[in-house]
């Protein structure tokens, strides 16, 4: 089955630095990954993907995450934090044994202070 | 503009009695999936479907069920509410079963059993 590991359940980051969210992945086949981001009491938005093409995607907001099959790894990263990106992150593997439905991660609480 | 719709968006209902949940997508969209999320879980797969007349089972179906006859909408079904169904559970779909076609989230509804 294919899953993916949420390395940090929370993290804070001051103001107008860097941001790292990390995910691992398991998967017995190349994978699509995802990163969706839910701010309180709204609804999912799709970040970035990754679906075999270039490994470093670029998504909306200025973030980006770069897929590396020798670490397994799908961190999301963004070069500069802004006070409107607190929210909550989940990392996303999509599942063909069930319809491509997503398999999601726990989530990241991302904490930005003034 | 099309859009997925989720109806109600809170429902508190008592341990036992039926509930039923509707989703309704404008897409024409033939693939649509039932989540749930609780905290620290993630959201979990209830319930997919691939089209008119298909169902398939999630990873958490127990005591779940959905049915499919038009392809605008999933309702899902709770035939007897338990407290453990507490949560707030989002409707879901796509175009395209392959990973290139976005999957689109509903507002979600919050459910509480009392």
């Known amino acids: 089955a294919q899953s993916v590991t949420q390395l940090d359940s929370h993290v804070s980051v001051s103001e107008g630095t860097p941001v790292l969210l990390r995910c691992n992945y398991s998967s017995s086949y190349s994978p699509s990954l995802f990163w969706y981001v839910q701010h309180p009491n709204k609804g999912l938005q799709l970040l970035l993907k990754y679906t075999s093409a270039a490994t470093l995607v670029k998504g909306i907001n200025g973030f980006e995450a770069e897929f590396k099959k020798s670490e397994t790894s799908f961190h999301l990263t963004k070069p500069s934090a802004h006070m409107s990106d607190a929210a909550e992150y989940f990392c996303?593997?999509?599942?063909?044994?069930?319809?491509?439905?997503?398999?999601f991660g726990k989530g990241t609480s991302l904490l930005v202070t003034p | 503009d099309a859009e997925i719709t989720q109806s109600p968006r809170h429902k508190i209902t008592e341990t036992g009695r039926q509930v039923t949940l509707a989703c309704h997508q404008t897409?024409?969209?033939?693939?649509m999936f039932w989540y749930r999320q609780d905290l620290g879980h993630g959201l979990r797969l209830i319930h997919y479907?691939?089209?008119?007349?298909?169902?398939n089972k999630g990873e958490v179906s127990d005591g779940y069920s959905v049915s499919r006859s038009n392809t605008e909408d999933l309702p899902l079904t709770l035939e007897s509410a338990a407290s453990s169904q507490t949560s707030v559970y989002f409707c879901?779909?796509?175009?395209?079963?392959?990973?290139?076609?976005?999957?689109?989230f509903g507002p979600g509804t919050r459910l509480t059993v009392t």
């Open positions: 996303v593997v999509s599942d063909l044994n069930s319809g491509y439905a997503l398999n």
């Open positions: 879901a779909s796509k175009e395209g079963l392959a990973d290139n076609y976005e999957q689109y």
């Open positions: 897409w024409n969209h033939n693939n």
């Open positions: 479907s691939y089209g008119v007349q298909d169902t």
